[in-house]
């Protein structure tokens, strides 16, 4: 069982809150890996948001590979971060990866002028390569590589993971204004680094918590839809990619993501309004459906959070917060613990037809579908 | 006592013992009522005396006497046409069961008929050869919801098991703009009907009686209006009757245009008094019964309404094998789709029908790229297929079985990442084992969008046949119980209001069954594609369709 979470906040904020928010939900998931995406960045990252920051866990062969490619591009490196690792301490339930890497980079001379979009399709390329390469000398794994971005995925007790990176103490120049976070590896399948939530593709994050059932049909649509949707070491990759490809490719407003993957009954669109914009979207998407259980929190590129469930409403999700913090996360026991002054009343359990929205005011939405 | 000459006996004559089925008959239990005799569509008995030889004694002392008596009693015709079918409508008519066919597992009647006729012979029904066993029969759903999810519960569940009937854009080219936030048409895009997985596939007026029409049409329309199935009915090539296609029933109503055109006279002459649109029209290419044949309905039963109906004059009506005029897929598409669609001014889907082949790939991968988007539905028919008429030689050797070219064609979609695009119909022995939710609910697993059944729809009427040589006389116009026949005595037979109260029970039945079938996997819409919830213990058939092999 999968525990979800995600915390967005005005102020830029430390990641030791998501393991706060996670630790208190453990009986719900199994303490076998801790995995978090980092979007809005301060701190040190905080002067680069317009610069695309590598996100990577490799041997030093790796470092060599993925620098290579990046120098034959033309990227050029203008910041790196290393974690203050403790590999000294014994004891800790950790399969560590030699090296982690956090770079900023400067575009390639010759995209200057290049429109946003160019750019966009050169870090999604840029990515799969060092992947590729990566994947095929067995060296190391590259999360993401996007403007104000970080990703960190690694196995073993969230706890000890939180002591190896360091993570427990906390500063402010390892922050975010958005953390998105779950503390469990994929075991129901081989334990595969990739197959940790947080997913990430060109700005958009998701994390489910559930089975997709749809899985078979949603990759066999997905893998001729778009480059970037590879993998599929998650059946919950489905969801960033139907997610990205609403979104970002079809340039769909965000509230066709639930009539896509959990559309309504024949009968209950026919009484709509918008009903031929909703049958055309059944028929023509209809292998991207999911038909669950599956709780979903997602994070679009302009910030914007969000949580949404499938049709049967078969997994739990809470949405709580006060002015400054809004949280969304599987069980109301995380939110006690990180805000544990709020006013619980407000909390929301958000429904099978509904999602709950959060803008970067942190005002809260319940869009129903 | 004269020597008995044994040359009289000519060894080439036919003998019961070729015959198929042979009546099996017990004059002590028989009441000599003629009810069998007169039941008997076929003339296969008839009623006939024998000379009997009596020895008996009469006093105290043993002292045979010999008498001759005349018995009356019932015995079969021994000839090679209007031969004993099997029905059965002897014994169901026999006060004392005393009569019934019993089938002769040795019969040489596939030898002595061709021998005697010059013919080929010709039947209803489907193969009868069971060379191997049902493909559907070796699938299980083995992908339990156990923990990792839940399953749901089929009685309280609320499930969404609609299917499109249309052709579906992908999604790029959805006519949509973005206005306040809001997606919006910005023009219309191909029509697309939500229809029930199950289509009541293509039986013409002709093929069968017209009250068995009448009754299937009566079972669709209180389906869709009473129990809320939406289930659309296929004419098949016969047309239709006037009444209907100027009712609001027309809507309920797949229109079939075949190679023969039969009826469509009359349709089009309609049109301008429709108040509904039909469902759909079905362009039948060719049929998995008899693949690369045409239609075939025999003078006999070409009677005087249905010479109305089809506009035809009392002869035998064969529809050629090819539409003529069409030489191509990418012809049939510019000639054939458009002019149908444009006839309903693209309102109503248009979709083909194609026999079970190995190029059914290549025809699908063909229509899929089809750059006017107008094909609406890929109906495909397997060899297990029924028919009302064919050569036994095309039902028992020609045509393919679906489960494999349906995955394929599946499949070929996916390659392309065009699959839903043109909604996937399979036929051809769904429900020949009496249970069409499972073999629906596999081949939707499988990839298809729906299925249709015919031959189910007659077994459900009360269709003696079977696909071991039963009956299968759809040909004849004697069908002996009302179903595939002109007769208006054999018609009477037939109780109209049961036939349609036995269709909509079945599908009453059928929908509870795919929703226990639904509800173990976890899903609450239709699984299509999802071959990963499919398991199979035939190493063969697992790799064939890419399922899991278990064992």
């Known amino acids: 069982m999968c525990r979800i979470g995600a915390i967005k906040s005005k102020k830029y904020f430390h990641p030791v809150k998501t393991l706060e928010l996670m630790r208190s939900q453990q009986k719900g998931h199994d303490n076998s890996g801790f995995a978090f995406v980092m979007q809005d960045l301060g701190g040190i990252f905080e002067g680069y948001k317009d610069l695309p920051t590598l996100s990577m866990a490799c041997t030093n062969d790796g470092m060599h590979i993925a620098e290579d490619i990046l120098h034959s591009i033309g990227f050029v490196r203008v910041m790196q971060w290393t974690p203050d690792i403790h590999p000294d301490i014994e004891g800790l339930n950790i399969r560590p990866m030699p090296n982690y890497v956090f770079e900023v980079f400067n575009y390639p001379r010759s995209y200057k002028y290049a429109p946003l979009s160019e750019k966009e399709d050169l870090l999604v390329d840029t990515r799969l390569k060092l992947r590729k390469a990566l994947e095929e000398a067995d060296e190391g794994y590259v999360y993401s590589f996007w403007p104000d971005i970080l990703t960190l995925k690694e196995i073993g007790d969230p706890r000890d993971i939180g002591t190896y990176f360091g993570l427990w103490e906390e500063n402010s120049d390892f922050t975010a204004k958005i953390i998105t976070a779950q503390c469990r590896q994929n075991t129901n399948y081989d334990i595969v680094r990739y197959a940790a939530h947080p997913f990430f593709l060109q700005g958009y994050t998701a994390l489910v918590n559930g089975e997709n059932t749809f899985y078979e049909k949603n990759k066999l649509f997905q893998q001729s839809l778009y480059k970037g949707y590879i993998g599929f070491e998650s059946d919950s990759q489905c969801f960033l990619y139907t997610l990205h490809y609403v979104n970002k490719i079809l340039k769909w407003p965000l509230k066709y993501f639930k009539h896509v993957i959990t559309p309504l009954p024949y009968n209950e669109i026919t009484g709509r309004a918008d009903r031929d914009i909703l049958l055309k979207i059944k028929a023509s998407l209809a292998h991207l459906e999911i038909n669950g259980p599956n709780t979903m929190i997602g994070v679009t590129p302009d910030g914007t959070l969000f949580t949404v469930c499938d049709s049967k409403k078969l997994r739990p999700v809470v949405v709580g917060g006060n002015d400054d913090t809004v949280i969304i996360t599987s069980e109301v026991t995380g939110i006690n613990e990180v805000i544990p002054d709020r006013d619980i009343s407000c909390d929301i359990y958000p429904n099978e037809r509904e999602m709950v929205v959060v803008d970067n005011n942190l005002n809260i939405e319940r869009w129903h579908q | 006592m004269a020597p008995i000459d044994t040359r009289i006996i000519k060894s080439n004559d036919i003998s019961k013992d070729d015959l198929m089925w042979q009546i099996e008959y017990n004059p002590q239990r028989c009441t000599l009522c003629g009810k069998c005799a007169a039941a008997c569509t076929f003339n296969a008995i008839k009623p006939d005396v024998e000379r009997r030889r009596k020895v008996y004694s009469e006093g105290a002392e043993p002292k045979p006497n010999v008498k001759w008596i005349t018995e009356p009693v019932i015995k079969q015709i021994v000839r090679t046409n209007k031969n004993c079918v099997g029905c059965g409508m002897c014994a169901k008519v026999c006060p004392n069961e005393a009569i019934k066919p019993v089938y002769n597992d040795k019969h040489r009647m596939n030898v002595k008929y061709r021998a005697e006729n010059a013919d080929s012979p010709k039947r209803g029904g489907r193969t009868n050869l069971h060379t191997e066993g049902r493909t559907l029969d070796k699938i299980k759903i083995g992908r339990i919801s156990q923990m990792t999810d839940p399953s749901l519960d089929a009685q309280r569940h609320t499930f969404d098991l609609l299917a499109p009937f249309g052709r579906v854009l992908p999604p790029e080219q959805l006519p949509f703009v973005v206005k306040d936030g809001e997606l919006q048409m910005s023009q219309n895009g191909p029509k697309t009907q939500w229809i029930y997985p199950i289509i009541i596939g293509d039986m013409s007026i002709g093929a069968l009686s017209t009250r068995m029409w009448e009754a299937v049409a009566i079972a669709t329309a209180y389906l869709n209006e009473v129990v ?83 506009g035809v004059p009392k002869s035998d009506l064969l529809s050629p094998p090819n539409h003529q005029g069409l030489y191509s897929i990418e012809e049939s598409v510019q000639k054939m789709f458009l002019s149908m669609n444009s006839a309903f001014k693209f309102r109503v889907p248009v979709a083909i029908k194609v026999a079970a082949s190995t190029t059914s790939v290549s025809v699908y991968n063909n229509l899929l790229r089809d750059p006017y988007n107008i094909v609406g539905g890929f109906f495909l028919d397997g060899i297990a297929g029924g028919t009302g008429a064919a050569h036994e030689v095309s039902l028992d050797h020609t045509g393919h079985p679906i489960v494999s070219r349906l995955r394929d064609c599946y499949l070929a979609a996916v390659h392309q990442g065009k699959q839903g695009q043109i909604p996937l119909w399979a036929a051809g022995g769904i429900g020949m084992n009496g249970t069409l939710a499972a073999d629906a609910f596999k081949m939707i697993c499988l990839g298809a969008n729906g299925v249709f059944t015919g031959k189910l729809i007659l077994q459900i009427a009360g269709c003696v046949g079977n696909d071991y040589g039963k009956c299968n006389a759809c040909n004849t116009g004697l069908c002996p119980v009302g179903i595939t026949t002109q007769n208006r005595t054999l018609v009477d037979r037939l109780d109209v209001d049961k036939v349609a109260e036995n269709i909509v029970n079945y599908f009453i039945a059928t929908n509870t069954e795919l929703k226990k079938l639904l509800a173990p996997i976890g899903n609450s819409s239709l699984p299509v594609g999802r071959s990963d919830a499919l398991v199979t213990v035939d190493k063969n058939v697992a790799t064939r369709l890419e399922i899991q092999h278990v064992c």
């Open chain 2, 228 to 310: 809320g199935l939406p289930v659309r009915m296929c004419s098949g090539e016969g047309g239709m009757p006037l009444k209907l296609l100027k009712s609001r029933y027309l809507k309920y109503m797949i229109l079939q245009i075949a190679s023969g055109h039969f009826g469509w006279d009359r349709i089009i002459n309609t049109m301008p008094e429709m108040v509904e649109d039909p469902a759909g029209i079905l362009i039948k290419i060719g049929q998995g019964a008899k693949p690369g044949d045409g239609g075939l309905l025999l003078a006999k039963k070409v009677v005087r309404h249905i010479q109305e109906i089809r």
